[in-house]
C-alpha cells in the first residue's frame, strides 16, 4: 500500500481513453451505463474491473450531492474482498496502470498554460486520509514535467460543496504537449477504507486572479533548488508546517512535520526531480520544484 495505485490485483491491465478537450465533461454529466453501474464519459477509473465482483470505487452522485447540473462524480476508497487490498477511489483523463511500478500514463493532447485549476467539492475522510485534485502538464515523451498543481484536500469532514483554487507550478517556459486530471478519494501513501469525496465543475483558470488558495507570503522557503543529501528550510517566523514531497507519478516519498528549530528533512535515498508543498493550518504557504542528486 505504499503507492497511489497499489490498490488493485497484478492480473489487472491497464485502463485507456480518447477525448478532444483537455478537460472532458468537466461538469461530469454525461455518463456511460454498463449493465448496472454508471461510468463517467471520458475518464477512466476501477470499476471496469473491480465491478466484476461487485466493488465499485466510482459512482454517478445526484440530487444534493450534485454542485450543478444533475450528476458529479463521487470516489470511495474500497476494501477488494478476498485479496486484502484497498481500492483507491480514483479516476483520471490519463491511462491506470495498475500493475508495478504503478501510476498514470497516457492522457490528452493539450498545449495551453492555464494558471491555476479550480473546481468544487465535498469530502468525508476516513482517519488521517485526504483526497485530492492533480493537473499535470507534460512535454512530447511524457517524461517531461512542464507544469504541476495539486489541491489536497483538508483531513476533516466538508460536508457541503467548497471551491478550492490552486495554481499551477511552471518548470520551464515550454509549451506542453499532453495534460493528465487525476481524481482521488485518499492520498499517494496509505489509503483509508471509506473516505470519500464529491467533484464536481472543474477547470483549468487562465486569469491569475483567480487563485485564492495560495499564499505567497513564503514563511517557510527552501534554500537552493539542486539538493544532495539534504533539503534545508529557511524560517520567516516560528510555528509549525508540513512538508510534503511529491513525486513525477503523483505519490507523496516524503511526508514530516517541520517546526522553525528544523533547518533539514533527509533525502539522501532519493534522486530526481521532484514537487514540494509548505503548509500550516490555514492551507498552502509554499511549493515548487527541487532537483535531488545524490
Not at 514530516?256 to 508543498?277: A, R
Request: net charge positive; proline share 4%.
Amino acid at each position: 500500500m505504499k503507492r497511489l495505485y497499489t490498490t488493485i490485483f497484478l492480473i489487472l491491465t491497464a485502463i485507456s481513453i480518447k477525448a478532444q478537450n483537455a478537460t472532458p465533461n468537466a461538469g461530469f454529466e454525461n455518463w456511460n451505463q454498463v449493465g448496472n453501474r454508471f461510468d463517467p464519459a471520458d475518464w477512466n477509473n476501477l470499476n471496469p474491473t473491480t465491478g466484476i465482483i461487485g466493488v465499485l470505487t466510482c459512482a454517478r452522485a445526484s440530487g444534493a450531492d450534485a454542485h450543478t447540473g444533475n450528476y458529479a462524480i463521487k470516489l470511495t476508497t474500497k476494501l477488494i474482498p478476498g485479496f486484502n487490498v484497498i481500492a483507491n477511489g480514483i479516476a483520471s483523463t490519463g491511462t491506470l496502470i495498475t500493475t508495478p511500478p504503478y501510476g498514470v500514463s497516457g492522457g490528452i493532447a493539450y498545449t495551453g498554460r492555464p494558471d491555476s485549476i479550480t473546481g468544487w467539492y465535498k469530502y468525508t475522510p476516513a482517519g488521517t486520509d485526504q483526497g485530492f485534485v492533480e493537473l499535470q502538464l507534460l512535454g512530447a515523451t511524457n517524461t517531461d514535467t512542464i507544469g504541476y498543481v495539486r489541491f489536497e484536500t483538508p483531513n476533516a469532514t466538508i460536508s457541503t460543496y467548497t471551491r478550492f483554487a490552486a495554481a499551477v507550478n511552471y518548470l520551464s517556459t515550454a509549451t506542453p504537449s499532453n495534460s493528465i486530471w487525476i481524481l482521488s478519494s485518499s492520498k499517494g501513501v496509505g489509503p483509508i477504507v471509506n473516505s470519500q469525496i464529491f467533484i464536481d465543475d472543474i477547470a483549468m483558470v487562465f486569469n491569475p486572479s483567480s487563485v485564492n488558495s495560495i499564499d505567497t507570503k513564503n514563511e517557510v522557503t527552501i534554500l537552493g533548488n539542486i539538493i544532495k543529501e539534504k533539503i534545508r528550510f529557511n524560517y520567516k517566523n516560528t510555528g509549525v508546517y508540513q512538508f510534503k514531497l511529491i513525486d513525477t507519478a503523483g505519490r507523496i516519498v516524503k511526508e514530516t512535520q517541520l517546526n522553525s528549530q528544523q533547518s533539514t528533512v533527509d533525502v539522501s535515498s532519493l534522486d530526481g526531480l521532484y514537487f514540494y508543498i509548505i503548509e500550516n493550518k490555514s492551507g498552502i504557504i509554499n511549493n515548487g520544484k527541487v532537483i535531488i542528486r545524490n
